[in-house]
């Protein structure tokens, strides 16, 4: 008996309809929805953790200087002896930054330690190149971070130390040290001027992590925290408990211990709230 002719099966093509890519499309896109802000956010998390150790490495080595020099903090800025190999021009008064000396002097030694990762704009600015008070600044370094000018301020000063001493601090673990900020200056104070200025689309203090800065205090530890906190509801800038006016913002005798900002509600850049 002759076996019946046994067909092969044909390759068939199987090619997707338009609704079939439409939905494929439209799962893609719902995915990515959902998985965008997720990224966004780790990304997000992770540039805070990284500023949040680069703060407490500049704190420890700010410290660590005092400990080295009887306690005395260093100044903000040095003003230069013209014979110094750092002066550029004997012809002017010249001056290099806590930043700059720290930098060159390799207490600090990793070199992206004074970059925020997620700083705005085209990333930090320095003083070099400008001028304060009386002094052109001949070094410093583009940095996220300054120092606490109300603990930390006098202008032309020609030496390394400062007056003020570590232990004069007498709150160390509720005075801020080192701020996050992104103006150009190596210092920062805290004025009805500074607090409610624009900086480009924002401020001059940190608010870059979700509406948070990156603040470390007198006893090394650092903190993310949202800038109205740290004016209220006592403030982490003037240390209230030293009983020493602030030069800047002068003090009734009755406020120089714990006070708050509860004004600044209404002077703040709305970046800080958000």
Not at 29 to 52: D, H, N, Y
Not at 122 to 146: H, K, L, Q
Not at 242 to 261: P, V
Request: proline residues 6%; glycine residues 8%.
């Amino acid at each position: 008996m002759t076996n019946p002719t046994r067909r092969e099966p044909r390759d068939r093509s199987h090619a997707f309809t338009i609704i079939e890519l439409l939905v494929v499309i439209a799962i893609i896109a719902l995915l990515i929805g959902i998985l965008f802000p997720v990224l966004s956010s780790v990304r997000s998390k992770a540039q805070t953790a990284v500023c949040l150790s680069n703060t407490r490495q500049i704190v420890t080595a700010v410290i660590a200087d005092a400990g080295d020099n009887s306690g005395r903090l260093t100044e903000n800025r040095t003003k230069l002896d013209p014979t110094s190999p750092l002066a550029v021009d004997p012809n002017r008064a010249e001056h290099i930054t806590w930043r700059a000396r720290f930098a060159n002097d390799g207490l600090t030694s990793d070199p992206g330690v004074w970059e925020c990762p997620a700083h705005p704009g085209e990333g930090p600015i320095g003083e070099e190149g400008t001028w304060d008070n009386t002094t052109f600044c001949v070094g410093d370094v583009p940095s996220s971070y300054a120092l606490n000018g109300h603990v930390i301020w006098r202008p032309d000063v020609n030496g390394e130390r400062a007056v003020v001493s570590d232990t004069s601090i007498l709150r160390p673990s509720h005075t801020i040290l080192l701020a996050e900020a992104r103006a150009q200056f190596p210092d920062i104070r805290i004025t009805d001027n500074l607090v409610a200025a624009e900086f480009d689309d924002g401020g001059f203090y940190g608010f870059w992590h979700q509406g948070d800065g990156n603040y470390a205090f007198q006893d090394g530890h650092a903190e993310t925290i949202n800038f109205m906190d740290t004016g209220s509801p006592d403030c982490r800038w003037h240390n209230g408990l030293d009983l020493s006016e602030d030069r800047f913002d002068k003090q009734e005798q009755g406020e120089t211990t714990q006070h708050a900002h509860p004004d600044w509600e209404y002077l703040l850049n709305p970046v800080y709230l958000d």
